[in-house]
């Protein structure tokens, strides 16, 4: 098997630049390996061959993943294909899994050797999933120090690497930092998701919510706009609420720390917002039948990763029934106002720089998998 030729995916955008800062590095450690797989603007900015764009089937929701089945089953048979015609020896699955698990059990099948970046959560949720990747996964590349051990528990080979956006999101003055008062005007940065059935679900409520917070305070706002999302799907929205919106496309992180508060679907985007330090209130919103599942398989105490993480509800999680405008306004309205509560707030989203390790985490992931490799190809 050619070891010289290697699969990647990454379903959804998180994934992608996670991905493509890992194939960087791994192409400054072997410029000879050539990479091919499924991915999105960042990775295909980083030099991988793209056969299939992950945005036709990153979505959120069983009727959502229910209407991409189709294409996600043609893409999911090309790239084993590919990998039995080019004689790919190993493949590196990043998050998504969903469909990255199915795939990992097909080639692990073939004979292929499989690492995953970006374990899982399977310690939050559906951990039956846990005997399945025992089986298809031969070496885990976590991003969280606590995963190490539960990974190794079940007889898993599992290396801590440290979390990418620590490398990703920059250390910048916030707009608190020279804030002396509650009485504004006040910056609002809204982040609805990075997927068209999660932007379908949140954004209309962020916007009315944030109409009636504008009775209450002085409010501008900003839509920090995924790079896997057409400005004039969002731009629909927008309109359509009549309010003014600036869009924020590029320099994502300085738009951040130049808000006093952002309202963030739940997801990677809560720890890129609490690394900037900006206060948020967590939103998310699913059709009835998945929200219902999903209270079927999880069982933790919070949802959004920027809780998971510090272990602790830090910032406020509106879910589902409570995710809505009013709700939203007056809990936006209770944060504002109370400079107290902002500096605890901050104060405990500081901790996430030490939560999520030191810096050098996609060089780190690199090194293991280029070092993985080159044991298989002796």
Excluded at 82 to 110: Q, W
Excluded at 149 to 167: K, N, R
Excluded at 202 to 230: M, Y
Aim: aromatic share 6%.
């Amino acid at each position: 098997m050619d070891f010289r030729s290697l699969l990647m995916v990454a379903g959804e955008a998180s994934g992608d630049m996670h991905s493509a800062r890992l194939l960087s590095e791994i192409r400054r450690l072997r410029p000879d390996i050539h990479v091919f797989g499924m991915g999105g603007a960042e990775l295909r900015g980083a030099g991988m061959e793209i056969l299939a764009d992950s945005g036709e089937i990153s979505v959120v929701g069983i009727s959502e993943a229910l209407k991409v089945l189709p294409r996600a089953r043609q893409i999911f048979q090309q790239l084993v294909a590919e990998v039995e015609s080019r004689d790919t020896g190993a493949v590196v699955l990043v998050d998504s899994p969903d469909f990255n698990l199915r795939l990992a059990k097909a080639l692990k099948h073939r004979g292929r050797k499989v690492v995953y970046y970006i374990s899982p959560q399977v310690w939050a949720w559906r951990k039956g999933r846990i005997r399945l990747i025992s089986k298809v996964v031969d070496k885990m590349l976590v991003v969280l120090p606590f995963e190490v051990e539960f990974y190794q528990s079940h007889g898993i080979e599992a290396t801590y690497v440290g979390h990418p956006l620590v490398d990703e999101v920059p250390r910048l003055e916030h707009v608190w930092d020279s804030t002396q008062d509650s009485v504004g005007p006040f910056s609002i940065a809204l982040l609805p998701g990075s997927r068209k059935s999660e932007v379908e679900s949140i954004l209309p409520t962020l916007l009315e919510a944030a109409r009636e917070l504008g009775q209450h305070l002085e409010v501008r706002l900003k839509l920090i706009k995924a790079r896997s999302l057409d400005r004039e799907f969002l731009k629909a929205f927008v309109d359509s609420s009549g309010l003014e919106v600036e869009f924020v496309e590029q320099d994502r992180f300085t738009a951040l720390a130049a808000s006093h508060l952002a309202l963030c679907a739940s997801g990677t985007a809560t720890l890129e917002v609490g690394l900037i330090g900006t206060p948020m209130i967590v939103v998310y919103r699913v059709r009835p039948w998945t929200y219902l599942l999903g209270r079927f398989l999880v069982r933790l105490p919070n949802v959004s990763l920027v809780n998971l993480v510090l272990e602790d509800r830090v910032v406020e999680e509106l879910i589902q029934g409570r995710a809505r405008p009013g709700v939203i306004s007056d809990e936006a309205v209770r944060l504002l106002t109370n400079q107290d509560r902002i500096r605890r707030m901050r104060s405990s989203l500081g901790r996430l720089w030490i939560r999520l390790g030191e810096s050098g985490a996609s060089r780190r992931a690199a090194s293991e998998v280029v070092r993985y490799l080159e044991g298989l190809d002796r």
